[in-house]
């Protein structure tokens, strides 16, 4: 069993910058691949980033790159999610996930948290 723990939401101004945290406890996480998904107000739960169990490995969906960086740091079974530029549209819930396998998909994911809501103004 894992639990998962997210912070660092808020509300930011457009072009502003915020850092999320998970915080995993009850397992072995540094065996896991860990993920930040998000879901907007009326729309479904999507992909955002994906980290290898070693770091050695990230993906990110399109609209996300090159402003998002997610990183790892096993030894504190913590993972992160820095956003720089935000945009409006990045608004949403965040959550972070754990799945045995480097995977992007929503279904693949074993545990998750509850979730951060950041919230970005024009």
């Known amino acids: 069993q894992v639990q998962l723990v997210e912070s660092g939401g808020g509300l930011v101004q457009a072009g502003g910058s915020l850092r999320l945290s998970c915080a995993a406890s009850?397992?072995?996480?540094?065996?896991?691949?860990m993920g930040w998904f998000r879901q907007a107000p009326g729309k479904e739960r999507e992909f955002v980033a994906v980290?290898?169990?070693?770091?050695?490995?990230?993906y990110y969906r399109d609209s996300v790159k090159g402003r998002f960086i997610i990183s790892r740091d096993n030894a504190k079974n913590t993972v992160n999610l820095q956003m720089n530029n935000l945009k409006p549209e990045d608004t949403a819930v965040y959550y972070c996930?754990?799945?045995?396998?480097?995977?992007?998909?929503?279904?693949?994911?074993?545990?998750w948290g509850k979730g951060t809501l950041v919230t970005v103004s024009s």
């Open positions: 996930a754990t799945s045995t396998y480097f995977i992007t998909t929503i279904s693949g994911m074993d545990y």
């Open positions: 009850g397992s072995t996480v540094s065996s896991y691949a």
């Open positions: 980290i290898s169990s070693n770091g050695g490995n990230t």
